[in-house]
């Protein structure tokens, strides 16, 4: 596959032909469905989905006894297995006896809780894992509220009860409360309760049982999931759920059938939210078996298929018979709640690193990337070289950086911001985090109290073992480069998680950042003479021999406001030593950091310069004296 279409896409898995799959379905009944299930694994981040799936799939069968098979195999895309967590969701589908289960795996962080939302309308239950021992978090309330306003089957499984801290009993009752809060309804309160161990393949409905395999999980899906409710005697209709590429036959359209039955060779209209057709006809149509496809030649309602030969379609739009022309309705996504604004690099270095670099390209590539993306959003702006990117949260902003860098894309980044909102009186309203904290005891209170410069509020506090967890309304604006405090005073101990909860009038102003920049007043290459000096004043990002600019910023000051530093000073050269190796210079490694520590160090007067070799942080005026001048400039008006 081309760089290009690795990051608008996941990586694929490779189509078998029908003749070759071991599951033929051709000769099924197409009315009955009785034999399908369409379920989601949805959960807070890392209590084990994809683990979770892989044995699922291995247990029934999906490879061969000598087959390789890696890891956590659904999370197929480079930067999934880089960061160990699930972007994009994702089907496949797994036999057991004589049932089809249709399976999507979702990611569980808050920023990828749109690919959540996409696929839920595709399936007709969820197995909601809870961890035995973190027990319900933000995002396990974000994914369940989603679920049960869809009127879908939970099955709750209480994942990861070999560890020495689970605690499933409490468990449970937390996510009795949950349910309760969530204002389930009676019928949905009567869930089965499945315990696991998804990482060795084994569940059983009772504690006290021994558990040898998945199949009470298995059994408890067809038994409480209901098969798919279908009317096959109307004219085929879908809705596109997600969209997939292979190097075989390109993009691909995945979806349930939602009404009727289709044949490769119908003629379709293809339907877009604003009710304009284009007529196609199916040309190329599979189900999913194990991890990947089987090409089918008809398929009917409750069946997940995908479709290739449709260039134009996009998550959202529906595919129907030709007589039908009006699109069936298609879940509303949560709206983004930050933004950050993209643009051309205009620092001193553009253009050596990237290969694609100028506005035209950027901007093709920010809009390609919401056929895909569906909770992400592109606009224009008054400046014809800047583009506003709006999202879920600053992971999900990040990784669409990242991937851009990785296809060879250069450009600068400003400070994510949050989006603000007028309510229906007209009252400004900005968007509040449910935050969820576990820190040990003896850094509480200083939690507590930088949460509350922030204008957090306790909502609940409840000790467990030796640490203490802490819930918070937080206005997002004030999570913005909050992690990296958090896990300074915790040193390290701390777990955070937050998801969106509501829009809630403005809270009032937050302070930024309590350290400034060491800025760079010259354009030259680092010294080691240079640098010595200039880590008095704080901690360095940059090394001797790095190309420095006026207006960079090379390092963290220890005091809060911004120092200009000369980070280039060569000694003089009485003696021959090359600026790069002068003297017995005792530098200390400079702190390097990632590029979602450098989203989060940025302040508003700051841009972030991504090129696929570097990132660097600079101020947006570079010039040191006008940006003096600004700055006095913004204080006065201030007063
Ligand atoms: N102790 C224990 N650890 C488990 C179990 N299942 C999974 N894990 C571990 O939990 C971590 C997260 O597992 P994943 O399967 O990636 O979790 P996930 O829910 O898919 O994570 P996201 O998709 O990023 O939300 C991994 O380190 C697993 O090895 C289990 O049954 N017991
Ligand atoms: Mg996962």
Redesign the pocket.
């Known amino acids: 596959m081309g760089r290009e279409t690795l990051a608008a896409t996941p990586r694929q898995f490779p189509i078998f032909v029908a003749c070759t799959n071991p599951f033929a379905v051709k000769d099924m009944a197409l009315q009955d469905r009785s034999d399908f299930r369409n379920i989601a694994i949805i ?12 044995h699922m799939l291995r247990q029934s069968g999906t490879f061969r006894d000598n087959q390789v098979v890696a890891e ?1 195999v659904m ?1 197929s895309n480079d930067l999934e297995r880089e960061k ?3 972007i994009m969701a994702k089907n496949a589908a797994v036999r057991w006896n004589t049932y089809k289960i249709n399976i999507v ?5 808050s920023d990828f809780g749109g690919e959540v939302e996409r696929v839920l309308s595709m399936v007709d239950g969820v197995l909601l ?1 809870v961890d035995a021992a973190e027990g319900p978090l933000p995002q396990t309330r974000f994914v369940l509220r989603k679920a049960l306003d869809m009127g879908l089957k939970p099955i709750i499984v209480i ?5 020495s801290d689970a605690r499933p009993q409490e468990v449970l009752d937390e996510i009795m409360e949950l349910f309760i809060n969530l204002g389930a309804s009676y019928e949905q309160l009567d869930f089965p309760i499945i315990y ?5 393949g084994v569940a059983k409905a009772k504690l006290e049982e021994e558990a040898t395999s998945l199949d009470p999980l298995f059994e408890a899906i067809v038994r409480h999931i209901p098969p798919p409710k279908v009317d096959t005697d109307v004219p085929f209709a879908m809705v596109i759920s997600a969209l997939a590429w292979s190097d075989y036959v390109g993009r691909i359209a995945i979806g349930r059938v939602i009404e009727g039955s289709v044949k490769v060779g119908d003629n379709v209209n293809l339907i877009k939210p604003d009710g304009s057709r284009e007529s196609s006809r199916i040309t190329k149509m599979y189900v999913h078996e194990g991890i990947t496809r089987a090409e089918v030649d008809e398929a009917s309602a409750g069946e997940i298929i995908a479709l290739s030969g449709f260039e134009n379609v996009y998550i959202g739009e529906t595919i129907a018979h030709s007589s039908r022309t009006e699109p069936l309705s298609y879940v509303n996504i949560e709206e983004p709640t930050i933004a950050m604004y993209f643009m051309v690099n205009t620092s001193p270095l553009a253009g050596r690193e990237g290969k694609f670099v100028t506005t035209p390209k950027i901007r093709e590539r920010l809009y390609r990337e919401l056929r895909n993306n569906v909770s992400l959003r592109v606009d224009d702006t008054d400046s014809p070289d800047v583009f506003k990117v709006s999202g879920r949260g600053e992971l999900q902003l990040a990784i669409l950086i990242e991937t851009m860098r990785r296809e060879g894309y250069e450009f600068a980044v400003s400070r994510p911001e949050v989006l603000f909102r007028r309510d229906e009186n007209g009252t400004l309203v900005e968007p509040i985090e449910h935050v969820t904290v576990d820190v040990p005891q003896d850094h509480v209170g200083t939690v507590i109290e930088s949460l509350g410069r922030r204008k957090g509020e306790m909502t609940a506090m409840t000790p467990s073992n030796d640490s203490v967890r802490c819930e918070f309304l937080v206005p997002a604006r004030g999570l913005i480069g909050f992690r990296t405090e958090f896990l300074t005073s915790t040193r390290g101990e701390g777990i955070i998680h937050h998801t969106f909860d509501s829009y809630q009038p403005f809270k009032g102003a937050i302070s930024g950042r309590s350290r400034g920049a060491l800025v760079s007043m010259e354009t030259g290459q680092a010294t080691a003479y240079a640098l010595e000096m200039v880590q008095a004043r704080g901690t360095l990002f940059i090394e001797p021999g790095q190309p420095v600019y006026e207006g960079l910023i090379i390092g963290e000051n220890a005091r809060e406001e911004d120092l200009s530093v000369n980070a280039s000073r060569t000694k003089h050269l009485t003696n021959m030593r090359s600026s790069g190796s002068d003297g017995l210079v005792k530098l200390e490694a400079p702190r390097q950091l990632s590029l979602e520590q450098c989203i989060e160090f940025l302040e508003d007067d700051e841009l972030l310069e991504v090129t696929p070799s570097s990132v660097r942080m600079r101020k947006k005026i570079l010039d040191t004296t006008m940006r003096q001048r600004a700055k006095k400039r913004e204080a006065a008006a201030m007063e």
Do not use: M, S
């Open positions: 959960a807070h981040v890392d209590h084990g989905k994809t683990t979770l799936v892989d956590r999370d160990g967590i699930t795996d979702t990611p569980g962080h894992l994942n990861k009860i070999d560890r696991a161990i998804g990482k060795l």
